[in-house]
């Protein structure tokens, strides 16, 4: 875990300054900020509407009496990616965006459940009630 952590805090910083300075080399500063800036607002605004769209999937899925697992789960991606989408940086750009566009965040939500699966099945998860 503590590896995790610091990959996270000290080697993602490394990659988001690199492409800044990379980026901001090949077409200017300012240009550079303004494209964060577009990517931010985009991002936004793909939120907001994907945002609503999982929205009305859950609330579907309470009128019929069904447990909206997958929308929950479909929410929260969207609200990772929202995230990453604020953090300035082309790389964390790019993440936010495969957890907010749908086609991706299918992918993304197989692999979770493989992994949830896997975990389950080695007894690896505990599940307490308080």
Same mark, same amino acid.
């Given at each position: 875990?503590?590896l995790?952590?610091?990959?996270?805090?000290?080697?993602?910083?490394i &990659?988001e300054?690199?492409? $800044?300075?990379?980026?901001?080399?090949? &077409?200017?500063?300012?240009?550079?900020?303004a $494209?964060?800036?577009v990517?931010s607002?985009?991002?936004?605004?793909?939120?907001?509407?994907?945002?609503?769209? &999982?929205?009305?999937? &859950?609330?579907?899925?309470l009128?019929?009496?069904r447990?909206?697992?997958a929308?929950?789960?479909?929410?929260?991606l969207?609200?990772?990616?929202?995230l990453?989408? *604020?953090?300035?940086? #082309? #790389?964390?750009?790019?993440?936010g $965006?495969?957890?907010?566009?749908p086609?991706?965040?299918?992918?993304?939500k197989? #692999? *979770?459940?493989?992994? $949830?699966?896997?975990?389950?099945?080695?007894?690896?998860f505990?599940i307490?009630?308080?």
């Amino acid at each position: 875990m503590l590896l995790r952590l610091f990959l996270i805090f000290s080697v993602v910083p490394i &990659i988001e300054l690199y492409l $800044l300075i990379r980026v901001g080399k090949l &077409i200017g500063a300012l240009p550079t900020v303004a $494209l964060l800036l577009v990517v931010s607002l985009a991002g936004a605004w793909l939120v907001r509407s994907q945002g609503f769209v &999982i929205l009305r999937r &859950i609330q579907d899925e309470l009128a019929m009496g069904r447990l909206p697992a997958a929308g929950l789960l479909d929410g929260a991606l969207v609200l990772l990616g929202g995230l990453l989408l *604020l953090t300035p940086g #082309f #790389f964390s750009d790019v993440v936010g $965006l495969f957890f907010i566009i749908p086609p991706t965040r299918a992918v993304i939500k197989q #692999f *979770l459940g493989l992994w $949830l699966q896997n975990r389950l099945a080695r007894g690896q998860f505990v599940i307490r009630r308080f």
